[in-house]
């Protein structure tokens, strides 16, 4: 059973950065793609950032340029780091995996952004 578990939320200001980390319970070697997304109440959940097997990224227009994915591997980590946050980024974040046959989410961790 695959576990993903989200850490480094919480309050930050305006203008400032976090950095998320979601470690999983097994590799992620072979995963197709780890990626984050956000819920806010009332709102669909929204892709944020993804990486791929091969390296490749993507990001939502709302963080391109501020926002960046990265992995390692040998620690079946993912990480979201987050730059020049503006209130806007303010939501429940969650880690997902894509797998061969499905996919996992974590449990989601509250990011807060005071202007």
């Known amino acids: 059973q695959v576990q993903l578990v989200e850490s480094g939320g919480g309050l930050v200001q305006a203008g400032g950065s976090r950095r998320l980390s979601c470690v999983v319970s097994?590799?992620?070697?072979?995963?197709?793609?780890m990626a984050w997304y956000r819920q806010v109440p009332g709102q669909e959940r929204e892709l944020v950032a993804g990486?791929?097997?091969?390296?490749?990224?993507k990001y939502s227009d709302s963080v391109n340029g501020r926002f960046s994915i990265s992995r390692d591997n040998a620690k079946n980590t993912v990480y979201l780091q987050m730059n020049s946050l503006k209130p806007e980024d303010t939501a429940v974040y969650y880690c997902?995996?894509?797998?061969?046959?499905?996919?996992?989410w974590g449990n989601g961790i509250q990011v807060t952004v005071s202007s």
């Open positions: 997902n995996a894509k797998l061969g046959s499905g996919e996992k």
């Open positions: 097994r590799s992620i070697f072979s995963f197709k793609a």
């Open positions: 990486i791929y097997a091969n390296g490749i990224t």
